[in-house]
Every structure is written in structure tokens, then in C-alpha cells.
């Protein structure tokens, strides 16, 4: 079975601080990606990576960054988070083809007071 | 903007109708298709694929697939109480599995 594993479950953060959401996959896939999901938007792309040290930016990137140093690992960036940033966060990674099933970790679930 | 529309619901069926979920999409180089569900408070999973026109079934789902008319729906047949959920339909646009949403169509299915 694919695991994608989002470490963090719930954070709470005050604004301006700086957080960290890390996502790692098992099963050797090149995609990855961070969408965020708020009620009555769906899941907004933020940003997605194709191969290790690549990074494209998706729909909603303005505060926030990613890193991926390795493959199987991909993080997510708020640099100094803000209240409009609360929300919650999913991790997904697929294999490189097209059409390729996309499967999610379980989410992040982001405060910022 | 490339857009994927569906209505928000809630859609309520009594047990054992069919449920038929839309969607629209409006990039007509979309290449692949996909139906996932959400339960309150968890991560999508994936339902059914489509890639071509036509229709999809698998057990009580059907995916229907028209490109001309750019829509995609979502059959449930016998519907149960456990498949209220969220459903999000989901387009490929080519390259990278990049993967546009829509809202989401809420489905309550009542005894």
C-alpha cells in the first residue's frame, strides 16, 4: 500500500512565526505536491515538485516555500505565518506519468493565532 | 484561469436511490479524470478514473465521460448511508498528474 505520511497532525502557531509541514512517501514516486483545502474552495495547489531539488509553483504560492532534497521527502514553508494561512494542509505524491493515481496523506490541520 | 465547477449540495438521497454527482471543466486540453471522496475530517481518496469518452463502471459507481461537452458525472447506484461524503471531482490537464479540484458536491444519503 502507498503511505504518504504528513508527520504533523495539528500545530498551532502565532503569527510571524516560522512553520515546518513535512510529507514523506514510500513508495518511490517523482510527484509530489501541497494543496490546501478550505471549506467551500476545494483543494488549492500551492506548489509541486517533479524530481528531487525541482519545484513549480501551483495556484496560491505567495507565502510559502518548498524543499525537496530527497525523493521521497517534501516540505512545506510558511516563512512567517499569518491567520489567512490557517487551514488544512495535504500532502500527495504520485508516479511521473500521466494520469497516474495521485494518493493523499492524512492532512495537516493548521491554526495561526 | 483553468476551472472545475461542481454543486455544492447537499445533494440528499434516500437509501438504495441513485445519486448522480456533476461536473464541469472548462480546459478543453484536459486529459484525464478522477472522482474522489472525502469524508468529514479526512484526506480524498480515490474513486474512479476516466480518460476516455464514454462510461466507467466499477461496483455501484459509474464515471460518465463527455469531452464536447466538457462534463464528467459520477453515478452512485444503491446508494448507502456510508457513502455520504464529500465528492471532488478532479482534472488532469496534462504533465505532472497536476491535478485541478473542484469544491466538492456534498452527499447525504438518508434511511
Known amino acids: 500500500d502507498v503511505k504518504v505520511t504528513q508527520s504533523s497532525r495539528y500545530l498551532v502557531k502565532r503569527t510571524g512565526e516560522k512553520v515546518f509541514l513535512e510529507c514523506v512517501q514510500d513508495m518511490d514516486h517523482e510527484n509530489m505536491f501541497w494543496y490546501r483545502q478550505d471549506p467551500g474552495l476545494g483543494l488549492r495547489l500551492i506548489y509541486f515538485s517533479y524530481d528531487v531539488k525541482m519545484k513549480e509553483k501551483g495556484d496560491i504560492p505567495e507565502g510559502y516555500s518548498v524543499s525537496r532534497e530527497k525523493k521521497e521527502r517534501f516540505s512545506l514553508i510558511l516563512e512567517s505565518a499569518s491567520t489567512n494561512q490557517t487551514s488544512m494542509y495535504l500532502c500527495?505524491?504520485?508516479?511521473?506519468?500521466?494520469?497516474?493515481?495521485?494518493?493523499f496523506g492524512e492532512g495537516s490541520w493548521l491554526t495561526v493565532v | 484561469q483553468k476551472e472545475v465547477e461542481q454543486n455544492s449540495g447537499p445533494l440528499s438521497v434516500p437509501e438504495g436511490a441513485i445519486a448522480s454527482l456533476n461536473c464541469t471543466y472548462s480546459?478543453?486540453?484536459?486529459?484525464?479524470f478522477f472522482w474522489y471522496r472525502q469524508y468529514s475530517g479526512k484526506s480524498p481518496e480515490l474513486i474512479m478514473s476516466i480518460y476516455s469518452n464514454g462510461d466507467k463502471e466499477d461496483g455501484r459507481f459509474t464515471a460518465q465521460l463527455n469531452k464536447a461537452s466538457q462534463y464528467v458525472s459520477l453515478l452512485i447506484r444503491d446508494s448507502q448511508p456510508s457513502d455520504s461524503a464529500t465528492y471532488l471531482c478532479?482534472?488532469?490537464?496534462?504533465?505532472?498528474?497536476?491535478?485541478?479540484f473542484g469544491a466538492g458536491t456534498r452527499l447525504a444519503v438518508h434511511p
Open positions: 500527495a505524491s504520485s508516479l511521473g506519468q500521466k494520469g497516474n493515481t495521485i494518493y
Open positions: 478532479a482534472v488532469d490537464l496534462g504533465g505532472y498528474n497536476k491535478l485541478i
Open positions: 480546459d478543453r486540453g484536459s486529459q484525464s
